[in-house]
């Protein structure tokens, strides 16, 4: 697991209460949030050029619930 990873993984509730339904790109522990995959890398790579983030759609509450 890469630095980056762990980042996203302490602080995955965070990120579901604070940005579910965006993605984050999580680059030298700096966290990137756009409305789309290309957005939040395309500002990772802006402040790192040549890094590769980590990238995450964040999950909604309800992604984690069951159907009935």
Known sequence: ???D???IHEHF????DNYA???VAVARGDMFVGSSL???K???QQKF?????SI???????DFTCAP
Request: charged letters at 35%; proline letters at 10%.
């Open 38 to 40: 290309r957005e939040a």
């Open 49 to 53: 050029p040549g890094h590769s983030p």
């Open 13 to 16: 509730e965070e990120l579901v």
């Open 56 to 62: 995450l759609r964040v999950p909604s509450a309800e």
């Open 5 to 7: 990873e762990k980042w």
């Open 42 to 44: 395309d500002k990772a």
């Open 1 to 3: 697991m890469t630095k």
């Open 21 to 23: 339904g965006q993605y």
